[in-house]
């Protein structure tokens, strides 16, 4: 079994994401673990091997140094099948998301969307990924003879391989034509940490009644080395943008460690953070639905616990 994993990449190198994608793929004894790297780096090839791929196929050409879906996921399946893979993983943000299912139908493969685990059954990828808004798992499998899979980020932990290195071949698929045109490109809170991805995910709700409190949670996530994460109804007041909206409508995020801060904990916003590792909840409302899931609980204001709790962390990590 090959399996072909495609590489995101950003300032600072390969996305965690790809690299807990490259892990899963040599986790499950993959015959060849080949990365796909667009327009990338001699640093993220090597990277790339240190975390499992044997293979990286990278492919440079200006006209993909705009992302465009269609064409990227032709050259992802062009690939596929150029490195003889029956298996393409993603990770399962945005990009993926956006790709797996167009590869999927190029490769006329199944899809597994949004895995949690993987596993080997009789020689074929079994899944598991939360439905019902995270209320059940389903263990799930493609009858096809290809497979398309995404990857929940930060559910496999990313591991280097001891002396893990990929030789690097230069590939040129063929570009298909190019049906839209990039206006721009605006590259919002370059350097913020993705809500989807980070380690510390502190996020808050309406109890904190006002946009221009929402520096509370600011400073707690900084002292934290966090992103900052918010309910719907933040969102929706406009108070916070919506890509840190966490939840069914917004991301799915499954950090180290969550705190919810004055966020009620409706099924709608569990359906987002539920599979956090640890969860802590501050919320003034013994009885809020959050106290259910939390790991840790403070029944308190957060006008009066963020503050002392942001200078206590501070001080113990020096921030
Ligand atoms: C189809 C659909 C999709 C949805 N998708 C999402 C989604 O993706 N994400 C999401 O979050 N929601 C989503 N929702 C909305 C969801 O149902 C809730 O309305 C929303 O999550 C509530 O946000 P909240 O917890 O911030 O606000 P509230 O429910 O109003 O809760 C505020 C909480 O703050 C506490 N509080 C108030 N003041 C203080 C204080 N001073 N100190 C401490 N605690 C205090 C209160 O006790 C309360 O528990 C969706 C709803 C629908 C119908």
Redesign the pocket.
């Known amino acids: 079994m090959n399996i072909l994993v495609y590489l995101e990449q950003n300032q600072s190198g390969l996305r965690r994401s790809s690299l807990e994608a490259l892990t899963a793929a040599r986790l499950l004894n993959a015959n060849k673990v080949v990365g796909l790297l667009i327009n990338g780096s001699a640093e993220n090839v090597t990277s790339a091997g240190q975390h499992g791929a044997n293979i990286v196929l990278t492919v440079t050409n200006d006209s993909l140094a705009n992302f465009q879906n269609s064409v990227v996921a032709n050259v992802v399946a062009q690939a596929a099948k150029h490195a003889e893979c029956t298996n393409v993983f993603f990770s399962a943000n945005a990009t993926g998301k956006d790709l797996a299912p167009r590869v999927a139908v190029l490769l006329e493969a199944g899809l597994l969307a949004d895995c949690v685990k993987l596993e080997l059954v009789s020689g074929t990828i079994q899944a598991v990924r939360p439905v019902y808004a995270g209320k059940a798992n389903a263990k799930v499998r493609c009858t096809t003879q290809n497979t398309v899979a995404t990857l929940r980020p930060n559910v496999f932990t990313a591991q280097k391989v001891d002396g893990g290195i990929a030789s690097s071949e230069s590939y040129s698929p063929e570009i298909p034509s190019v049906r839209s045109a990039t206006v721009s490109n605006i590259v919002r809170n370059e350097g913020s940490i993705d809500v989807a991805e980070a380690d510390i995910v502190v996020s808050?709700?309406?109890?904190?009644?006002g946009p221009e409190n929402f520096h509370l949670i600011e400073e707690l996530a900084k002292s934290l080395g966090g992103a900052v994460g918010?309910?719907?109804?933040?969102v929706d007041a406009g108070w916070r943008p919506h890509r840190e909206?966490?939840?069914?409508?917004?991301k799915t995020v499954s950090p180290n460690m969550y705190v919810a801060?004055?966020?009620?904990?409706?099924?709608?916003?569990l359906?987002?953070m539920s599979s956090s590792k640890v969860i802590v909840a501050?919320?003034?409302?013994k009885d809020?639905p959050?106290f259910k899931i939390a790991d840790y609980g403070i029944v308190?204001?957060?006008?009066e616990?963020l503050p002392k709790l942001t200078l206590k962390i501070s001080e113990v990590v020096g921030k």
């Open positions: 808050g709700g309406r109890g904190l009644r918010a309910s719907r109804a933040v909206q966490v939840g069914q409508t917004g801060c004055a966020i009620s904990g409706a099924v709608q916003h359906a987002g501050i919320n003034k409302d809020a959050i308190g204001d957060v006008f616990v």
